[in-house]
């Protein structure tokens, strides 16, 4: 059984930081891929970055946010700088099950996800 539990989120203003962190049960977590993604309010979800043996990112954040792992205690990282009011949205980790690394389809378990929201 997969349990995946996000923590970090809250309100910030513009141009300040958060780092999310994900907490994973599971087992074989360091050879899993990890990708975090988040959803607006009327909007779909949406890719924000993955790790495996690379490192993926959407256009929207690269440069902004950093996604990190650390094996010995299953945890998953997003470390978001320079955060802007369109980064409002719930952020969710997820554990990937194959296929491609940007396609919400391709991830199998789910956290309940962390709201994030940036004031202007």
């Known amino acids: 059984q997969v349990q995946l539990v996000e923590s970090g989120g809250g309100l910030v203003q513009a141009g300040e930081s958060l780092r999310l962190s994900c907490a994973a049960s599971?087992?074989?977590?360091?050879?899993?891929?990890m990708g975090w993604f988040r959803q607006a309010p009327g909007r779909e979800r949406e890719f924000v970055a993955t790790?495996?043996?690379?490192?993926i990112y959407s256009d929207s954040v690269k440069g902004r946010f950093t996604i990190s792992r650390d094996n010995a205690k299953n945890t998953v990282y997003l470390q978001m700088n320079a955060l802007k009011p369109e980064d409002t949205a719930v952020y969710y980790c997820?554990?990937?099950?194959?296929?491609?690394?940007?396609?919400?389809?391709?991830?199998?378990?789910w956290g309940q996800g962390t709201q994030v929201t940036v004031s202007s």
């Open positions: 599971m087992r074989a977590f360091s050879g899993a891929a």
């Open positions: 790790i495996s043996w690379v490192t």
């Open positions: 997820a554990s990937h099950a194959g296929g491609s690394f940007t396609s919400a389809h391709s991830y199998n378990h």
